[in-house]
């Protein structure tokens, strides 16, 4: 009778399904772990791109230079409303939003895009997207020479 009591007792505190508790567990860490990867990844992505199209459209704002400064000498500076507007137009056909400014002196534009990445793991706990944001700078440069040897 001794021997049957400490069989049950056995069978009854036994750790059976102590690994499948402990895989469950490493599994959900391990997809987490890929999840913020994958998605912290996919935000560096879209950061790059937004200040990839951001680059962009203050090249295309500082090709709008004031030609009635350029043609007579005066200056080689943009025109502050055509600069806003040519990239406008880019960050339109780039699928982008942004702002632009000029600066005081017209030799200086300034582009800041802004948008979100939709989340593909990290909507599971909650989080469903990520805000993204971009800067690029065109500086109007004339008169400037290379370094020796370039």
């Known amino acids: 009778m001794f021997f049957r009591t400490r069989r ?7 750790d059976q399904g102590g690994v499948t508790v402990f895989v469950a567990v490493c599994v959900l860490a391990l997809l987490s772990i890929i999840g913020v990867a994958v998605d912290g990844g996919a935000k560096m992505r879209a950061v790059e791109r937004a200040d990839y199209i951001a680059g962009e459209a203050a090249r295309a704002g500082g090709q709008a230079l004031d030609p009635a400064q350029a043609i007579s000498g005066t200056a080689i500076v943009v025109d502050a409303q055509d600069a806003r507007a040519a990239a406008q137009a880019y960050l339109r056909a780039a699928g982008a939003a942004g702002t632009v400014s000029v600066s005081s002196g017209g030799k200086t534009l300034t582009v800041r895009v802004s948008g ?6 990290l909507s599971v706990v909650g989080i469903g997207s990520l805000s993204v944001t971009g ?8 008169g400037v020479t290379a370094p020796e040897g370039n």
Do not use: E, P, S, V
């Open 135 to 142: 800067q690029g700078k065109a500086t109007l440069l004339h």
């Open 116 to 121: 979100t990445y939709d989340t593909k793991f």
């Open 8 to 14: 049950l007792r056995g069978k009854q505190w036994g």
